[in-house]
């Protein structure tokens, strides 16, 4: 049981936006800032998005981050067949003293 | 260029102590802006936080792994290596090792350097 609840599946056709849901609670993304993974299989996670909507270099624009009261969402835009991977949205836990983590969402372009 | 490379046995038996290490390149695990964490994922699965180092501070580690838990660094050979004791068939995982960066980073929050894993299976 993961601490932040993420949608196990999301999908969309090339071209449209989709957003993938994150929430927490005060203790976490209430307090704290979000980041997002995106992974692809058999390799190791990269990070997408850092301090609720910042991206590092190299990650393109298409990709946006917003963070509410105890929830967070990833928007991806202009959604391409090369998107498709897990996204997991992490923050730290006040209470737990560490990062946790959602239980991962599975991007699929149709 | 920050570079990580894991290391292990592959294969463990039930009980045993687990010894992982990640090789750093491209900066000292004695840096004064880099932190490095060890995170893991079972097959299939999500992702979980062992624990992190700051050379210069200590370490933290996740409440559920603690009592099993030892992450050092060693400066002479630049890695950071894992602990675990007492394995069990649930810490048959993916491990991963990770840097992140306090310059833009929240202190152990999140990291953006990764090794590519190292798979470990417990046996019985």
């Known amino acids: 049981q993961s601490v932040l609840t993420q949608p196990p599946s999301a999908s969309g056709t090339p071209g449209q936006r989709v957003t993938i849901s994150c929430s927490g609670s005060?203790?976490?993304?209430?307090?704290?800032?979000v980041y997002w993974y995106q992974q692809f299989p058999g390799t190791a996670p990269k990070l997408l998005i850092y301090?609720?909507?910042e991206r590092p270099s190299g990650v393109p624009d298409r990709f946006s981050g917003s963070k509410s009261g105890t929830s967070a969402s990833l928007a991806i835009s202009g959604l391409r067949s090369d998107d498709e991977a897990d996204f997991y949205c992490?923050?730290?836990?006040?209470?737990?003293?560490?990062?946790?983590f959602g239980g991962g969402t599975k991007l699929t372009v149709l | 260029q920050l570079h990580l490379q894991e290391s292990g046995p592959g294969l463990v038996k039930a009980s045993e102590t687990l010894s992982l290490t990640c090789t750093v390149s491209?900066?000292?695990?004695?840096?004064?802006?880099?932190?490095w964490g060890w995170i893991r994922q079972p097959p299939g699965k999500g992702l979980e936080w062992i624990g992190s180092?700051?050379?210069?501070?200590?370490?933290y580690y996740n409440p559920s792994l603690k009592s099993r838990v030892v992450i050092s660094g060693d400066t002479s050979k630049n890695h950071c290596s894992l602990k675990m004791t007492s394995v069990t068939a649930a810490d048959t995982a993916m491990y991963f090792c990770?840097?992140?960066?306090?310059?833009?980073?929240?202190?152990?929050?999140?990291?953006?350097?990764w090794g590519q894993g190292t798979m470990l299976t417990v046996s019985s």
């Open positions: 990770a840097g992140g960066d306090s310059r833009f980073l929240e202190w152990f929050a999140a990291f953006d350097v």
């Open positions: 491209g900066d000292s695990i004695s840096s004064s802006h880099y932190f």
């Open positions: 180092m700051f050379y210069r501070t200590g370490t």
């Open positions: 005060s203790s976490n993304i209430g307090s704290n800032y």
């Open positions: 301090r609720n909507n």
């Open positions: 992490t923050a730290w836990d006040e209470v737990r003293s560490g990062p946790v």
